[in-house]
């Protein structure tokens, strides 16, 4: 069995790193010993996670549904950093009135938008730091409901996140020649603050049953750590009680 790869020295992003399992994953990366940087579109929450880390994580505010803005901060982490060794896409959203009969067509379009085209964004922009190296890792975060269509998730996310996960098969069909590996994650419900969004948020005794957004950074950096010949192309986390059927 092969060593796991250090990534002392790594040049990493987190996408949507400003809350949450991102969060978790960010500080996870930066203790490791990768060079971080965070973005998302809140600058006072990224602020706060770089602060964990004693200011050695950077921070750069974006909307991945503002293709220009990604842009920007592929442009900012190409100078700031030059080659990109791991990008992680943890940006997404939900919304209270999720049925098909309760769904605005506006919210369709803003989960679309974040959850699925966002992360087409990020790896197009993200990509080109990779591939003249012929090596690189993109990790995206998903859900079960990209698994499994439950009424639980609703039918824009439910669909963004199949969206999600179509699009990292495509894509490490077409960049493993390059080197680059594209990993989707599937995580099951994890006490985060997207479920407040929920149209009934969940009890703390219904929390207290969930994975924790630690739980999803561990299993993150396993697989970051994993050498450049393995490849994961997908997994499955959840709670032992949450249901998968």
Request: with cysteine; charged share 20%; proline share 7%.
């Amino acid at each position: 069995m092969l060593p796991p790869v250090s990534l002392s020295g790594q040049n990493a992003v987190v996408v949507g790193g400003g809350t949450g399992m991102g969060e978790a994953i960010a500080l996870g990366l930066a203790k490791a010993g990768a060079k971080v940087a965070i973005a998302g579109r809140r600058q006072a929450k990224l602020d706060a996670v770089a602060a964990q880390a004693g200011g050695a994580i950077l921070t750069h505010t974006v909307d991945v549904a503002d293709r220009a803005s990604v842009k920007s901060l592929f442009d900012w982490l190409g100078q700031a950093l030059g080659q990109l060794h791991l990008l992680v896409n943890c940006a997404g959203t939900n919304v209270p009135k999720r049925s098909m009969g309760e769904l605005a067509p506006d919210d369709w379009d803003k989960l679309m938008a974040t959850n699925a085209t966002g992360a087409f964004n990020c790896m197009h922009f993200g990509l080109p730091l990779m591939r003249p190296h012929k090596t690189g890792l993109v990790i995206n975060i998903s859900s079960t409901s990209g698994k499994r269509a439950a009424p639980l998730g609703g039918v824009a996310y439910n669909a963004s996140k199949f969206a999600m996960a179509a699009l990292g098969t495509s894509a490490n069909e077409d960049e493993r020649e390059n080197g680059i590996r594209v990993t989707t994650l599937f995580p099951g419900e994890v006490d985060t603050p997207i479920l407040d969004d929920r149209p009934v948020p969940p009890s703390a005794e219904r929390r207290a049953t969930m994975l924790k957004a630690a739980d999803i950074a561990d299993i993150t950096l396993a697989v970051a750590k994993l050498p450049p010949l393995a490849h994961v192309p997908e997994l499955v986390i959840k709670p032992m009680r949450q249901s998968f059927i």
